[in-house]
């Protein structure tokens, strides 16, 4: 069965550092692979996806991805954090069109001034 | 305003209740979907629907029923309320023409059983 782990529920960086979030997924297929946002109050938000082409995805906000079949992961990455970046981060994987679409538990991202 | 709206977003009651959660959309999609969000699991899918006529299990439908009233509409309810179905509720919408099935989620609504 598909599965997504996200091995870290929280994260704390300093402004203007660099950080990695990391997703490892289990899927018999060919993945679809997805980075979502949720800030406080708020619904999730697509930060980027991929499902062919360029491993390496860009997304909104400034986030990169990096697509690794030989490791199952998809990892998210940002060269400099703002303070606005603050919020819980949801890799998920699925299938074509959608389908069988699964969510990891999420990763609580802290940026300290 | 938002693309996919819920009401109510805050909403406490008490077990044995029957509550209703609904979802509506502009974004002119066929598919719809319920989730469930609990800190630490992520979101688990309860419900979802493909058009007005289609309505399918998710992976913890159980306690929950739905309804689509329509294909910008799709409400969520609990017949009879208990307190571990305190969560925070997203609906979703996707476009079937859409290879990725990108989800567009709502704002979530925010359910205490007390």
């Known amino acids: 069965a598909q599965s997504v782990t996200q091995p870290d529920i929280h994260i704390t960086v300093s402004e203007g550092a660099s950080l990695e979030l990391r997703c490892n997924y289990s899927?018999?297929?060919?993945?679809?692979l997805f980075w979502y946002v949720q800030s406080p109050g708020q619904g999730l938000q697509l930060l980027l996806k991929y499902f062919s082409g360029d491993t390496l995805v860009q997304g909104i906000k400034g986030f990169e991805a990096e697509f690794k079949r030989s490791q199952s992961s998809f990892n998210l990455r940002k060269p400099s954090v703002h303070w606005s970046d603050a919020a819980e981060y949801f890799c998920a994987v699925g299938g074509e069109y959608g389908n069988k679409l699964v969510f990891g538990a999420g990763t609580i991202l802290r940026v300290k001034s | 305003d938002a693309d996919v709206t819920q009401t109510p977003r805050n909403r406490i009651t008490k077990t044995g209740k029957r509550i209703m959660l609904e979802c509506s959309q502009t974004k002119g999609h066929d598919r719809m979907y319920w989730y469930r969000q609990d800190p630490g699991l992520g979101l688990q899918l309860i419900y979802y629907s493909f058009d007005v006529k289609d309505i399918n299990k998710g992976e913890i439908s159980d306690g929950y029923s739905v309804s689509r009233q329509a294909q910008a509409k799709f409400s969520l309810s609990l017949e009879s309320a208990i307190p571990n179905q305190t969560a925070l509720y997203f609906c979703?919408?996707?476009?079937?023409?859409?290879?990725?099935?990108?989800?567009?989620f709502g704002e979530g609504s925010r359910l205490t059983v007390l």
């Open positions: 979703a919408t996707s476009d079937p023409g859409s290879r990725s099935g990108e989800l567009f």
């Open positions: 899927y018999g297929a060919t993945p679809y």
